[in-house]
């Protein structure tokens, strides 16, 4: 049995801890089991060995994220061409990080190509399509480096949906990414033909009272200080 990573105050807090990892030499059948063992915690394990502890979602972000979900499960459903995963779902990456999006989907002959046994673990795939949204614990240059690494991995399209700054940015390979501000809505095409996620009904869960950039202040100053910059 796999040991069980010790969550504590400073971690729930901070909402993202590092750990180098790079000498334990996990495998992914070891890191999967690892997972399996700490399902309070949302693990991820980056291409350079580092282990990220995240703790559980916070309760707004989790009625957005189930938004997201149900949106494009809907068109999935309809469209037929493929698989949607939600946020507690693992993929191996080509590189050799395992990452968990927010949202993410497979085109259904990439899926049926995998191996049973394979999609009973954190499968071997990048998704064709990624969505990661930032709640205010969120460092935007982390999202961004992730976007960015699961385009270098294949994904064909990614939204990383900013509901701090009320932004959504659109990843797409051999391309700059697209910044656009408060967006009521954002198609897919052609990658997810006819689907366009609408944005109000994310937008409408965020306070518009300035308590998430207030929050996001606070993480941004709480992080500084622990890399010791002003």
Do not use: H
Request: with cysteine; net charge negative; glycine share 6%.
């Amino acid at each position: 049995m796999m040991a069980r990573v010790p969550l504590n105050t400073e971690q729930v807090v901070s909402s993202r801890v590092v750990v180098n990892v790079e000498n334990i030499a996990l495998t992914p059948e070891q890191f999967f089991r690892l997972c399996r063992d700490n399902p309070e915690l949302r693990l991820e394990l980056t291409a350079q060995r580092e282990l990220i502890i995240m703790s559980p979602t916070d309760s707004r972000t989790g009625s957005q994220n189930m938004e997201l979900s149900f949106q494009i499960q809907r068109w999935t459903i309809q469209d037929g061409g493929g698989i949607a995963f939600d946020s507690s779902t693992g993929f191996l990456l080509p590189n050799g990080a395992t990452r968990s999006p927010d949202a993410s989907w497979i085109r259904r002959t990439r899926w049926d190509a995998l191996a049973a046994e394979d999609q009973q673990r954190f499968a071997p795939i990048c998704p064709d399509f990624v969505v990661e949204l930032r709640s205010p614990s969120d460092a935007i240059d982390d999202l961004e480096t992730k976007m960015m690494e699961y385009i270098a991995n294949g994904a064909q399209l990614g939204f990383l949906i900013d509901c701090v700054q009320l932004q959504v940015v659109v990843y797409r390979p051999c391309a700059a990414p697209e910044r656009f501000d408060n967006p009521r809505s954002i198609s897919g095409d052609p990658v997810l033909p006819g689907f366009t996620l609408d944005l109000t009904k994310i937008w409408k869960l965020v306070s518009r009272s300035g308590g998430w950039m207030q929050d996001a202040g606070v993480f941004e100053i709480e992080r500084r200080k622990k890399k010791g910059r002003p």
